[in-house]
């Protein structure tokens, strides 16, 4: 079976940490347990987060004013090089003789796509009030309020195409683990001739997952984070976790934009385009989702013969 896992940015780091590399590679050992133990019995593709190492990328930019910061596309390549780097070095030390291969990854996007003109992808550290004022002011951010503070907040338009897919096939086809479209991918506009340069953006790292795993054909999509599955009603008292469940009964709920609604419509679209399961769920559960035991599990619609 092929397994796409699509890592939260808790895999990462944890909510309050600090993005020093140390923290975030025994973070990622500890995702690389998980992801292992299904590579021992499943081919798989990795992908993962990285909206505060582009953030703290950009602000170390920033800080030598001698030369221009680059622009999102090119952090986005940076971290996705990163945390590929750490992530493939952890697989390989669980994995012994095991081929893992990280790929930088191009998406295709829309130019004209409405994300432009409303940015709504929050990126980077957490700010006080004052201090999201100052850096918007000085830097032409948008900001927007969080539950503890204010972030940076930047484009996200729809995944298209990704360029790379054929080189992701082969990988997979000669046995590889591969560790790709980190953070949704490097955003690209393309034109006509085939051209393409990159955009100021950041593509959903979920909406991202089910293009790959649907453009793979793969037999499973798992969206791994820390939150053990959906919840209708989620916080006491009515909180109540769903379990085997069709995208057409998932739809019926609105869930929160900025975690586990991205993941609700990633794990949709994959079951929607004739995937096999999706899986929403805790890390750790990662085997245990595939095997029907834990998280949230989307399954195509009944057929209705006759």
Not at 105 to 134: H, L, M, S, W
Not at 137 to 157: I, K, L, T, Y
Not at 254 to 275: N, T
């Amino acid at each position: 079976m092929l397994v796409v896992a699509a890592l939260g940015g808790n895999a990462l780091l944890r909510r309050g940490e600090p993005p020093e590399t140390e923290r975030q590679r025994r973070n990622l050992g500890v995702a690389a347990d998980a992801l292992a133990e299904l590579a021992a019995e499943h081919a798989l593709v990795a992908t993962h987060g990285n909206g505060p190492q582009v953030g703290l990328l950009a602000l170390q930019a920033e800080s030598y004013p001698a030369v221009a910061p680059p622009p999102l596309d090119v952090l986005g390549a940076e971290s996705e090089g990163m945390i590929g780097y750490l992530l493939e070095q952890e697989l390989r030390n669980r994995l012994p003789g095991r081929q893992v291969a990280t790929l930088l990854t191009q998406v295709e996007v829309d130019p004209r796509d409405p994300a432009f003109a409303n940015p709504t992808k929050p990126i980077g550290p957490v700010y006080a009030r004052a201090e999201a004022e100052r850096l918007a002011a000085q830097r032409g951010w948008r900001v927007a309020p969080e539950a503890d503070g204010f972030r940076r907040v930047v484009p996200s338009p729809e995944p298209r195409r990704i360029l790379e897919i054929e080189t992701i096939r082969l990988l997979v086809g000669a046995g590889a683990i591969v560790v790709c479209a980190g953070g949704g991918g490097i955003p690209v506009a393309c034109q006509a001739s085939g051209a393409c340069r990159g955009v100021e953006a950041v593509i959903d790292k979920d909406l991202a997952a089910a293009q790959l795993a649907t453009a793979l054909d793969a037999e499973a999509l798992l969206l791994l984070t820390d939150v053990d599955a959906v919840y209708r009603e989620w916080g006491p008292p009515g909180a109540h976790p769903f379990g085997d469940v069709t995208p057409s009964e998932l739809r019926r709920h609105v869930f929160p934009s900025g975690s586990m609604g991205p993941k609700v419509e990633g794990a949709c679209r994959f079951v929607e385009a004739g995937g096999g399961l999706a899986g929403i769920g805790a890390l750790a559960d990662a085997r245990r989702i595939l095997l029907g035991q834990a998280g949230t599990r989307i399954r195509p619609e009944p057929r209705l013969d006759g």
